[in-house]
């Protein structure tokens, strides 16, 4: 593996000096996007490297802006009804697809049909549930996808009837399973349309190379309704988990931005690199995932030991060293239309030591202790910090007859492993999609039927609670916003009783920018769209 990946930095590291000379005319930005992409399909994505690549060559009806707020996008306008149920969306004149095509309301219409379609088995589909009859059509209980809500009025009008008042709908409008997807490339070749040859974009940009394991490369694209204020000719996305050989890249300028660099070069970036580090708190958690569906990981117990066990103090301050905060529960602080401090366990007030012991019993009873070790594989995505991370907290479990595996792989494979429930415990972490508590709580939502199997999107441990489900349920129905807020607050004090993950900290933004890159601003969902920024040489 390491020999691999030092082949593939060279290669790449030489394909980049070639093509930074052959194209010095031009406005090049060199990002470090860490994995690499599945697909290029907003449907069929779900990473934050894959965002940053979808969420530059195409636009939704409302987009972000440099702070990552809520503006408009393909639609310029929209009005609401009275009673909060009725969106309607007066997309821009003469906006097109690269190719010349005008972008209609009926590739709006055609995406979210497409995107509920059961056949397209997008792990995101649920971010849109708060839409007309979408999780009926998504689980195959309205097969006629024009009950959907979501209407053409005309050209030029999108209507968007929802199923109950939604306070976060406008910011979901801006995820990418919200996307306007080309309807006449994909009738015509399938999901084949994101191929080079084939993809168009309505966003800034528009992809022209991808060489998967590599990198994928994007130009301005000058159909784009505002393309004279767009500053950054050509970007270049590269694959490198590596994070320390990321590092050493941007040293030697062949990078502009590193989206995550090794916690412990953290001082050192400091000391050296005054200004150019940028770690901010953002809405997000980092978290453990534990298989429920067979054993032993079905077991409570051995559920509560392994989380009670974890000495999440340490992990920001010694382990990491970036400033990131414990997690005890499932939604991070500062998240809106919640409860503040919702989750607070009278277990992680006490001494580390008690809760060891509490944890060794817990184990004893469900028949494993040293005499009779239990043994787990630990899976991580290939990266410096997570493995810190794993070492970390294997050590944290020897004491309770834990003997634990580690296994690391890239980031494709390793979520893949996740979605086919081939793990035992794995390492995941989850960035705030909109700013409200439902969209961390989903992830623990029991899956939905789709053909002969379930499809439990995110929700990788196959958690699974009635009560749980059920007050999701009550609280997408409740107008009011502080009695939905406690309602959530009760789903998760029921999740976080039962262990259903184990969550680690909360996190903080950790990029490293350039002093020639202009228009890069923190923010708490740490989305950073090209079009926003400048480079001067």
Known sequence: MKITQVLKAATTAGVVALLMSSTAYAVTLQMHNGGDPGSLDPHKVSGDWENRVVGDYIEGLVTENAEAEPIPGQAESWDVSEDGLVYTFHLRDGIQWSDGTPVTADDFVFAFQRLMNPATASDYAYLQYSIQNAEAINSGEITDFNELGVKAIDDQTVEITLEQPTPFFLDSLTHYTAFPVPKHLVEE??????????????????????LPGSYVRSEK??????????????????????????????????????????????????????????VEPFLGVYYYVLNQESEPLNDVRIREALSISVMRDVIGPDVLGTGELPAYGWVPPGTGN????????????????????????????????????????LRYNTNDNHQRIAVAIAAMWEPLGVNVELFNSETAVHYDALRAGDFQVGRAGWLLDYNDPSNTLDLLKTGITQGDGMNWGNNYGRYSNEEFDALLTQAAAEQDLVARGEILAQAEKIAMDEFAAIPIYWYVSKNVVSPKIEGFVDNAKDIHRTRWLTKTE
């Open 338 to 377: 919640y409860v503040e401090n919702a989750y607070a366990p009278e277990w992680a007030e006490m001494p580390y030591e008690e809760r060891v012991a509490r944890a060794i019993e817990l184990m004893t009873e469900a028949g494993y202790g040293p005499e009779n070790p239990l043994n787990l594989q």
């Open 189 to 210: 070749h399938g999901d084949a349309w994101t191929e080079t040859d084939t993809i168009v974009a309505n966003g800034p940009y528009k992809i022209v190379e991808w």
């Open 221 to 278: 694209n000058e159909t784009y309704y505002d393309a004279e204020n767009v500053q950054i000719d050509e970007v270049f996305y590269h694959v490198l988990e590596d994070q320390a050989a990321a590092l050493n890249r941007y040293r030697a300028g062949e990078f502009d931005i590193l989206t995550d660099f090794p916690a412990d070069q953290y001082q050192w970036l400091q000391d050296n690199l005054p200004g150019e580090a940028h």
